[in-house]
């Protein structure tokens, strides 16, 4: 018979071996799991590719930075908002890929991407999700456009999907798809005409 010791060491590797070699259920993934994971990176595959055609054929307004005043706007208050510093981020940030649920200079999405200038810039936290930016701060018209401001727009047929940070004479800063971050113009015909709304964060 074998030594009480032995045996003990015996019964615990067996089930420590035991353990690490059955597959906890919680990494298992069913056929129907599977299917619908796939399904759902086939769709925003397929979303992308739309938005990306969209932009590249009705963009008609693509903008250069030395069309952007790097400048302080003395015409107007703007003591709550930092706009050099604000600047000065989303300037670090351009060229940056799109990618989806990115918020990092090595990959940002629309809403990651204006939540991080705002962390970085301003201090200020918002959500996550463009869904809940479109409900923090204040409404603002269009024509009451501020430096700062979040504008958004309806890319995908659900209102919104996009946001960008208003600059000024229709300029906005934002993540796009095509692009990734750039400065693009509200008078572009792809977000002229998916404009929903804009609002202040910082007043």
Do not use: W
């Not at 430096?147 to 659900?158: C, H, I, K, S």
């Not at 919104?160 to 400065?183: C, K, Q």
């Amino acid at each position: 018979m074998l030594p009480f010791s032995f045996r003990v060491v015996l019964v615990l590797f067996s089930t420590f071996f035991i353990s690490c070699a059955t597959p906890s259920p919680r990494f298992r993934t069913t056929p129907d799991q599977k299917s619908q994971t796939k399904q759902s990176i086939d769709d925003d595959a397929a979303q992308a590719a739309r938005i990306r055609a969209e932009e590249t054929r009705e963009d008609d307004k693509k903008v250069d930075l030395s069309e952007i005043d790097m400048g302080s706007d003395s015409s107007e208050d703007f003591s709550s908002m930092p706009r050099d510093r604000v600047l000065l981020e989303v300037v670090d940030y351009l060229g940056t890929p799109y990618v989806y649920g990115g918020s990092t200079k090595q990959g940002v999405d629309c809403s990651g991407f204006t939540s991080s200038i705002f962390s970085s810039a301003l201090h200020q936290k918002l959500p996550r999700s463009t869904k809940d930016q479109y409900v923090v701060g204040s409404e603002v018209d269009r024509s009451e456009l501020r430096f700062g401001d979040l504008v958004f727009f309806n890319t995908t047929g659900r209102t919104p999907s996009h946001v960008g940070i208003y600059i000024e004479d229709n300029l906005f800063a934002h993540a796009s798809v095509t692009y990734g971050v750039t400065f693009s113009s509200l008078e572009s015909t792809y977000y002229k005409k998916r404009y929903v709304g804009a609002r202040r964060v910082v007043e």
